[in-house]
Nanobody
Framework: VQLQACGGGLVQAGGSLRLSCAAS????????MGWFRQAPGEEREFVAT????????YYADSVKGRFSASRDRAKNTVYLQMNSLKPEDTAVYYC??????????????????WGQGTLVTVSS
Protein backbone atom coordinates (compact mmCIF):
# COMPACT_ATOMS: atom_id res chain seq x y z
CA VAL A 1 0.00 0.00 0.00
CA GLN A 2 1.30 3.42 -0.94
CA LEU A 3 -0.16 6.69 0.22
CA GLN A 4 0.77 10.12 -1.08
CA ALA A 5 -0.64 13.12 0.76
CA CYS A 6 -0.61 16.65 -0.54
CA GLY A 7 -2.48 19.93 -0.29
CA GLY A 8 -0.97 21.48 2.81
CA GLY A 9 0.10 25.08 2.98
CA LEU A 10 -0.19 28.38 4.79
CA VAL A 11 -3.66 29.80 5.38
CA GLN A 12 -5.12 32.51 7.57
CA ALA A 13 -7.42 31.66 10.43
CA GLY A 14 -10.95 31.15 9.16
CA GLY A 15 -9.72 29.93 5.81
CA SER A 16 -9.99 26.56 4.11
CA LEU A 17 -7.72 23.90 2.68
CA ARG A 18 -8.36 20.53 1.08
CA LEU A 19 -5.88 17.74 1.61
CA SER A 20 -5.68 14.84 -0.79
CA CYS A 21 -4.24 11.38 -0.32
CA ALA A 22 -3.67 9.22 -3.39
CA ALA A 23 -3.78 5.52 -2.54
CA SER A 24 -2.38 2.65 -4.57
CA UNK A 25 -1.21 -0.90 -4.33
CA UNK A 26 -4.23 -2.67 -2.93
CA UNK A 27 -7.95 -3.20 -3.10
CA UNK A 28 -9.15 -0.89 -0.36
CA UNK A 29 -12.70 -2.18 -0.03
CA UNK A 30 -12.03 -3.54 3.46
CA UNK A 31 -10.05 -0.50 4.59
CA UNK A 32 -10.60 2.59 6.64
CA MET A 33 -8.64 5.64 5.53
CA GLY A 34 -7.63 7.82 8.43
CA TRP A 35 -6.31 11.33 8.86
CA PHE A 36 -4.05 12.12 11.80
CA ARG A 37 -2.02 15.17 12.70
CA GLN A 38 1.00 15.96 14.77
CA ALA A 39 1.86 19.42 16.03
CA PRO A 40 5.41 20.31 17.13
CA GLY A 41 6.14 18.77 20.50
CA GLU A 42 2.83 16.93 20.57
CA GLU A 43 1.77 13.37 20.04
CA ARG A 44 0.06 12.28 16.86
CA GLU A 45 -3.69 12.65 17.20
CA PHE A 46 -6.72 11.35 15.35
CA VAL A 47 -8.57 13.78 13.10
CA ALA A 48 -10.99 11.79 10.95
CA THR A 49 -11.49 8.50 9.22
CA UNK A 50 -13.61 7.31 6.31
CA UNK A 51 -14.57 3.79 5.37
CA UNK A 52 -13.57 3.10 1.81
CA UNK A 53 -16.51 0.89 0.95
CA UNK A 54 -19.41 2.82 2.48
CA UNK A 55 -18.09 6.34 3.02
CA UNK A 56 -18.96 6.22 6.73
CA UNK A 57 -16.98 8.75 8.73
CA TYR A 58 -15.86 9.51 12.26
CA TYR A 59 -14.34 12.75 13.50
CA ALA A 60 -12.43 14.03 16.47
CA ASP A 61 -14.53 16.37 18.58
CA SER A 62 -12.08 19.19 17.90
CA VAL A 63 -12.85 19.17 14.16
CA LYS A 64 -16.52 18.15 14.04
CA GLY A 65 -18.53 20.56 11.97
CA ARG A 66 -15.40 22.08 10.40
CA PHE A 67 -13.65 19.16 8.68
CA SER A 68 -15.09 16.65 6.25
CA ALA A 69 -13.47 13.40 5.12
CA SER A 70 -14.47 11.73 1.88
CA ARG A 71 -13.20 9.34 -0.76
CA ASP A 72 -13.38 9.08 -4.51
CA ARG A 73 -13.11 5.41 -5.36
CA ALA A 74 -12.75 6.09 -9.07
CA LYS A 75 -9.68 8.22 -8.40
CA ASN A 76 -8.40 6.09 -5.50
CA THR A 77 -8.11 9.28 -3.49
CA VAL A 78 -9.14 10.34 -0.02
CA TYR A 79 -9.84 13.95 0.89
CA LEU A 80 -9.92 16.05 4.02
CA GLN A 81 -11.80 19.30 3.51
CA MET A 82 -10.84 21.69 6.30
CA ASN A 83 -12.94 24.80 6.86
CA SER A 84 -12.92 27.51 9.53
CA LEU A 85 -9.30 26.71 10.26
CA LYS A 86 -7.82 27.78 13.57
CA PRO A 87 -4.18 28.34 14.60
CA GLU A 88 -4.45 25.22 16.76
CA ASP A 89 -5.03 23.18 13.60
CA THR A 90 -1.41 23.83 12.65
CA ALA A 91 0.32 20.46 12.30
CA VAL A 92 1.71 17.92 9.90
CA TYR A 93 -1.23 15.94 8.58
CA TYR A 94 -0.88 12.28 7.71
CA CYS A 95 -3.15 9.92 5.85
CA UNK A 96 -3.22 6.29 6.86
CA UNK A 97 -4.86 3.06 5.77
CA UNK A 98 -5.78 -0.07 7.65
CA UNK A 99 -8.26 -2.89 7.98
CA UNK A 100 -9.55 -1.29 11.13
CA UNK A 101 -11.95 -2.59 13.71
CA UNK A 102 -14.44 0.23 14.19
CA UNK A 103 -13.86 0.42 17.93
CA UNK A 104 -10.18 1.22 17.30
CA UNK A 105 -10.65 3.55 14.32
CA UNK A 106 -9.45 6.59 16.25
CA UNK A 107 -6.14 5.04 17.28
CA UNK A 108 -3.01 5.32 15.17
CA UNK A 109 -1.92 1.75 15.93
CA UNK A 110 -4.97 0.46 14.04
CA UNK A 111 -3.50 1.70 10.76
CA UNK A 112 -0.58 -0.09 9.17
CA UNK A 113 0.21 2.10 6.16
CA TRP A 114 1.08 5.79 6.34
CA GLY A 115 1.71 8.62 3.92
CA GLN A 116 4.60 11.03 4.27
CA GLY A 117 2.69 13.94 5.81
CA THR A 118 1.83 17.41 4.60
CA LEU A 119 2.26 20.59 6.64
CA VAL A 120 -0.69 22.81 7.40
CA THR A 121 0.07 26.17 8.97
CA VAL A 122 -2.75 28.43 10.14
CA SER A 123 -1.79 31.99 10.94
CA SER A 124 -3.75 34.14 13.38
Amino acid sequence: VQLQACGGGLVQAGGSLRLSCAASGYNFNSYWMGWFRQAPGEEREFVATVRWSSGATYYADSVKGRFSASRDRAKNTVYLQMNSLKPEDTAVYYCAAGRVIVSTATTSRAYDSWGQGTLVTVSS
